[in-house]
C-alpha cells in the first residue's frame, strides 16, 4: 500500500533552525484545468521559537499526501490510524477573528506548539491580515467552506462553489498557497462531496475528540472536559474553534495540563498545497475586495452554530 504519512522530527524548527518544512514542497503536475493560484511557495511557514524546556512543543510532524482524498478523525473516518498514544492534533475551526484567533496564536506560541486552523471564507475575505499572522506562526491553513453551510443539505454544484471558492479565497488571504485539508461545517459529508473531494486530491478532516467548546460555560468547564475526554481515547485529533472566546480563554492552561499529563503535540502538514480552480480564482476577486471593504457584518451573521455537533 502507498504510505501517505511520512514524519520527521520537528525540533529543528523549534529552535530556529533550517528544517524541511522551510523548502518548497515537491511540483505536482496540475491538470490542464487547475492553473490558479499554486506557486512553488511553502504551504507552511516556520518561525523560531525561543527554546524553553518548559514548553509542550511539537514533538512530531507529519506530512499527508492528500492524493485521492484521505479521511481522518474516527469520529468518521477510520482508515488511516496514524496517530500513537498520547499524541494529539489541534485543530481551530471558523476563524480568523481578530481577537480571539490572535489570543490563540499568541498561546501556542508561548508554548512553541502548531495547529491546523479550517478557515471560514468569508473571515478569511474580511480579516487576511489575522490569517496571515496564522501562517506566519507556521501553522498549518485549510478551509471549512465560506459560509459555513451545512453541504450535505446543498445541491452539489452549490456546494462545490463553496467549497472550491474557500480555496480560492483561503490561498488568496492567506498570501501563500494553503493545504489541501478540509473540514465539513457540522462534520456533515455527503458521499458525493467525499467523491468531489477525492477527485481534488484534498483531505477531508473529521475529529476524534471533539471539545463542543461553544457550549461549554467557562474555560475551567471546557479543559475539563477536554481532558477526561483525552482521558478516555489516550490520543487524537482535538477540534476547538477560534472564534470562541472560552477557547481563547483556556488554552494556556489547556496546553499547560497536556504538557502536565504527558501528551504529545502533532503537526500536520500537506506534501503539497492545494491547487486552486482558475474559474473559482475569478469568481472571489470581487468576493474578496467586497468582503474585505465591508467587514463590519457581526460575527452571528457570519457564523451561528445551528446544531449540537459543529
Ligand atoms: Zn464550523
Same mark, same amino acid.
Given at each position: 500500500m502507498r504510505a501517505i504519512l511520512a514524519t520527521a522530527l520537528i525540533g529543528a524548527v523549534i529552535f530556529g533552525a533550517p528544517h524541511a518544512l522551510n523548502a518548497a514542497p515537491k511540483a505536482k503536475n496540475p491538470e490542464? @484545468? @487547475? $492553473?490558479?493560484?499554486? =506557486? %512553488? !511557495? =511553502?504551504a507552511v511557514a516556520t518561525q523560531s521559537c525561543p527554546g524553553s524546556d518548559d514548553a509542550l512543543g511539537v514533538t512530531r510532524v507529519v506530512e499527508i499526501d492528500t492524493t485521492g482524498g484521505p479521511g481522518f478523525g474516527? @469520529? *468518521?473516518? /477510520? %482508515?488511516? &490510524?496514524?496517530l500513537n498514544p498520547k499524541e494529539v492534533v489541534l485543530t481551530f475551526d471558523d476563524g480568523p477573528l481578530p481577537t480571539h484567533t490572535r489570543t490563540i496564536l499568541a498561546a501556542l506560541a508561548a508554548e512553541c506548539v502548531k495547529a491546523t486552523f479550517f478557515t471560514v471564507g468569508k473571515l478569511a475575505a474580511g480579516y487576511p491580515e489575522v490569517l496571515r499572522q496564522v501562517v506566519k506562526g507556521g501553522h498549518t491553513v485549510g478551509m471549512h467552506t465560506v $459560509? *459555513? =453551510?451545512?453541504? !450535505? /443539505?446543498?445541491p452539489f454544484e452549490k456546494a462545490k462553489a463553496e467549497i472550491e471558492k474557500s480555496v480560492s479565497i483561503a490561498s488568496r488571504a492567506a498570501g501563500v498557497p494553503v493545504a489541501p485539508f478540509f473540514r465539513f461545517p457540522f462534520l456533515k459529508d455527503s458521499p458525493e462531496l467525499l467523491k468531489y473531494l477525492g477527485s481534488r486530491n484534498i483531505a477531508v478532516f473529521s475529529t476524534d475528540? &471533539?471539545?463542543f467548546d461553544f457550549k461549554r460555560r467557562s474555560p475551567k468547564r471546557l479543559i475539563k472536559n477536554i481532558m477526561s475526554n483525552l482521558g478516555r481515547k489516550d490520543k487524537g485529533i482535538l477540534l476547538m474553534h477560534d472564534i470562541q472566546p472560552n477557547t481563547a480563554k483556556a488554552l494556556p492552561q489547556l496546553l499547560k495540563e497536556l504538557k502536565a499529563k504527558g501528551y504529545k503535540i502533532v503537526h500536520l502538514t500537506p506534501k503539497a498545497p492545494v491547487v486552486t480552480l482558475v474559474e473559482y480564482d475569478k469568481l472571489i476577486e470581487k468576493d474578496v475586495k467586497g468582503l474585505a471593504a465591508g467587514n463590519q457584518r457581526p460575527l452571528s451573521s457570519v457564523v451561528r452554530t445551528i446544531s449540537g455537533d459543529q
Open positions: 490542464p @484545468q @487547475q $492553473t490558479g493560484m499554486g =506557486p %512553488a !511557495a =511553502p474516527f @469520529q *468518521h473516518y /477510520k %482508515a488511516y &490510524d496514524f $459560509t *459555513h =453551510p451545512n453541504l !450535505a /443539505k446543498m475528540l &471533539d471539545s
